[in-house]
Structure formats: C-alpha cells, structure tokens
C-alpha cells in the first residue's frame, strides 16, 4: 500500500503484479513461505511469482524469443524458442555459478594463493591484490576475508 502511494496511483489501476525472485522454484520447501507472503502483500491484486531470469528475460526481448543470461552476483542463462524453455545455471555459489562475480572473485583469489606459494609466477594480480587490500603480508589475506565473511554474516542478519 505504501509503494501504491508513493507511486500515485489506486490499486485498480494495477493490472497485474510480477514479482522476480533469485531462485524461485529452485527449494521446494521455501516455496509456501515465499507463495504466503506474497499473498500478503499483494492482497486483492493479481500477480505471479517466478524467478528472476524470467522478468530479465521479458525485459530483454520484449516477449519475443531468444536466450538471456545474467552474470552478477550469481549466474544463469535461460532461452526461449517457441514457448520451449531451457536454462542452464542458477544452482548458487556453493554448486556453480560460473562466470558470476563470486566465481570471478574465488578463482582470483585461488591464483593470488597460487602466486604467493610459488605455483604461479607473481604478476599483475598479485601486486594488485597486495596494494588495493593494503596487505603488509601475503598471509593477511585470510584475515581479509575472515573479516569479510563476518561483516557480511551480519549484514545477512540485520536485513
């Protein structure tokens, strides 16, 4: 109601309601959890819930067919041709997620590893790492992100 407000508009004037969720669909036992909130929220209108690869792809290609991928935090690709739908991705950082950011920055830091310890020769990565971290030691690097991983936890909690 209050995003109704702010929007200046009624709420017959909503026609329909679709709400994107990373992962949608994927746990089956968050899916009544999900369904009754949504419920909640949009009480009296008219909406659908679904994943988010499906409102990037209608943003993307207008309801026509083609093939979307989103590469950010997580990673997934999705295509449609003629109402047939295949994806590919979406199974989360502790499965896959290749070519998403956390993929990017976990095999960054497995080579900045692999220059400390001599497997590869220190170059680039290395010296940007030591400097752009501020890391006085190779070996700060796990204190990096132990703290990280913290401060993360607790942004997870407070929101």
């Known amino acids: 109601n209050d995003m109704i407000a702010e929007a200046n508009i009624s709420k017959e004037e909503i026609k329909h309601s679709f709400l994107g969720l990373a992962g949608y669909g994927k746990v089956q036992e968050a899916k009544p959890k999900i369904e009754a909130a949504a419920k909640a929220a949009f009480k009296g209108l008219e909406y659908t819930v679904d994943s988010d690869i499906r409102v990037a792809i209608a943003g993307a290609l207008s309801g026509r067919d083609g093939i979307n991928i989103i590469s950010g935090t997580g990673s997934i690709g999705l295509s449609i041709n003629c109402d047939k739908i295949n994806r590919c991705g979406g199974w989360g950082a502790s499965i896959g997620d290749e070519g998403s950011a956390f993929w990017i920055g976990k095999k960054a830091i497995q080579a900045f590893s692999k220059e400390c310890d001599g497997r590869f020769k220190k170059g680039a990565l290395y010296d940007m790492f030591m400097t752009e971290l501020k890391l006085e030691d190779e ?19 407070l929101l």
């Open 139 to 157: 070996n700060k690097i796990i204190t990096f992100l132990k703290e990280l991983l913290q401060f993360q936890l607790i942004l997870l909690l």
